[in-house]
């Protein structure tokens, strides 16, 4: 009984001290770097807090005080090197090696399993190959009917909610504008989650990036032995259930048939090494390209729009460039030719996304030593 209990209390802090002593050496040379001061086993991870706001706001506290350099934080048996000099993210994201995603992507998996978000190696070349077609310029211009009538429809709403002497989160609204444009676009079903919040795939999204979320910025959430008996997790797995079962059983094949697809097409005709791609390859890059189409858009709307807002007179400039080029159809729909001349409106949107990117990082891990120095100097 004693020594059972002894194991379960102090086995894996006997397997964090092996850690910590066999990777010494590399402690030693990453402490070389600016950071915060570590404890022994936890690290950092005690200052990380357990909200997304507050993680994000330790790490930049602790971005000045490196004064402005990269820095390291350990977080428990991982090393971290928070990379923000741009010619040093240059090297890594141009790297023809350093292409293996970090072990946070491992979250993803129960629900997005090895799609091109989240896979690696031979697997992500041969994918992105495939999947890069799907988004040439002519075959987006064939959804921009349907793009129209979902935004025209949007503000539609905008213009009611607004007569009403009442805030609404507009973030909330955007992410139903944009399920509904990724479902009618690249899988050719219509949701209707502008105005049906409770479908099963809208609420199924929502409470999965939630999860998600919460769970990528709490260090304890992150190993999946833990976040299997924590409720969120519990939940993300029924809600995964929830998905699967609407991709495999409630949308027959043939609604597919008679549409202009773009991205399903592309995968439901490829092939690699000679086969189709399976069910399962199918429902990865399905969920992949939906989670990573609405969740990131939602942002980017969402940022531009308050940037907007606090900018009066940048917007003018925007509505000034609309009058312009739409004249008396002012509150028509644009043409796709009037969309790509919208120059002003172009050059918005891009520093709202260098000033709020959609993703706040992205990670990568590597088990060989790389000397950036000459890169960036």
């Known amino acids: 009984m004693w020594f059972l209990l002894f194991t379960v209390l ?23 770097l600016p950071g915060p001061p570590a404890l022994p086993i936890i690290g950092n991870a005690h200052q990380m807090g357990k909200t997304p706001s507050a993680l994000l706001s330790q ?49 993803l998996h129960p629900w997005l399993g090895t799609g091109l978000l989240t896979s690696t190696g031979r697997k992500w070349y041969t994918h992105r190959k495939i999947i890069t077609p799907s988004f040439h310029f002519k075959i987006l211009q064939n959804f921009h009917e349907v793009m129209n009538k979902n ?20 973030q909330d609204m955007t992410h139903y504008l944009t399920m509904d444009v990724i479902c009618d676009t690249a899988m050719g079903v219509h949701i209707n989650a502008m105005d049906n919040h409770d479908n099963i795939v809208v609420q199924a999204f929502k409470d999965m990036c939630y999860n998600i979320n919460m769970r990528a910025f709490h260090p304890l959430k992150h190993p999946e032995s833990f ?50 791609l399976t069910q399962e390859e199918i429902y990865e890059e399905v969920s992949t390209f939906m989670f990573e ?25 925007v509505y000034a460039e609309q009058e312009q080029l739409l004249g008396d ?49």
Do not use: C
């Open 151 to 170: 935004s025209s429809k949007f503000i539609e709403i905008l213009r009611r909610v607004s007569e009403k002497d009442t805030i609404f989160d507009f």
């Open 59 to 107: 790490l930049f506290k602790w971005w000045v005080d490196a004064g402005y350099q990269n820095y390291r934080v350990h977080v428990g048996p991982y090393r971290n090197i928070i990379v923000t000099d741009a010619k040093d993210l240059e090297y890594i994201l141009t790297s023809k090696t350093m292409i293996d995603k970090s072990d946070v992507y491992d979250m």
């Open 10 to 32: 102090f086995a894996p802090i006997l397997v964090l001290f092996y850690i910590e002593v066999k990777n010494y050496s590399k402690v030693r040379q990453l402490n070389k």
């Open 227 to 276: 976040a299997r008996f924590h409720k969120s997790g519990h939940k993300k797995r029924i809600e995964t259930r929830k998905l699967e079962a609407h991709y495999t059983n409630e949308t027959p094949a043939d609604e597919f048939s008679s549409k202009k697809l773009a991205f399903l097409d592309t995968l439901l005709s490829s092939t690699i090494d000679g086969r189709r």
């Open 293 to 317: 189409g609405h969740d990131t858009t939602t942002s980017g709307v969402a940022f531009t729009i308050y940037l907007l807002a606090t900018h009066p007179e940048i917007q003018q400039k």
């Open 329 to 377: 159809n002012l509150k028509g729909e644009a043409t796709f030719q009037q969309i790509a001349d919208m120059q002003y409106l172009d050059m918005v949107i891009k520093e709202s996304l260098r000033l709020y990117p959609s993703v706040p990082f992205v990670a990568r891990q590597t088990d060989k030593d790389y000397d950036i120095s000459m890169w960036s100097s």
